[in-house]
């Protein structure tokens, strides 16, 4: 294995660029039959966040372990990943606040 952080960069990337790919056409699929003609809801724009996070996700991961990126940016981006992972996780626990017919 190569000590240039060049070389171990491409061989990180070679070996990931397929996993990544597949995510992110799965991603733009999703996000083309987006209904665009509904009014947004900080709980659906939330949901959208998550939705693009889970389709980037392999290519932060990836970006995080690269050597010729400055360890203190790789540090960045592992922070910014788990902070959306974890925003992921709780999204399940989300729900609108209103319920109709709750005040009768």
């Given at each position: ?8 960069s ?47 996700k392999?290519?932060l ?5 690269l050597?010729?990126?400055p ?21 399940g626990d989300?729900?609108?606040q ?7």
């Amino acid at each position: 294995m190569s000590t240039n952080p060049k070389e171990q960069s491409e061989a990180v990337i070679r070996d990931h660029k397929r996993v990544i790919d597949r995510s992110i056409r799965t991603l733009m699929q999703e996000m083309e039959h987006e209904n665009t003609l509904v009014a947004e809801t900080p709980l659906t724009k939330f949901q959208k966040v998550v939705k693009v996070y889970r389709g980037v996700k392999p290519l932060l991961t990836m970006l995080a372990t690269l050597p010729l990126i400055p360890s203190t940016w790789r540090a960045a981006i592992t922070m910014l990943n788990q902070a959306l992972d974890a925003m992921s996780a709780a999204g399940g626990d989300l729900a609108p606040q209103f319920k109709a017919g709750k005040d009768l």
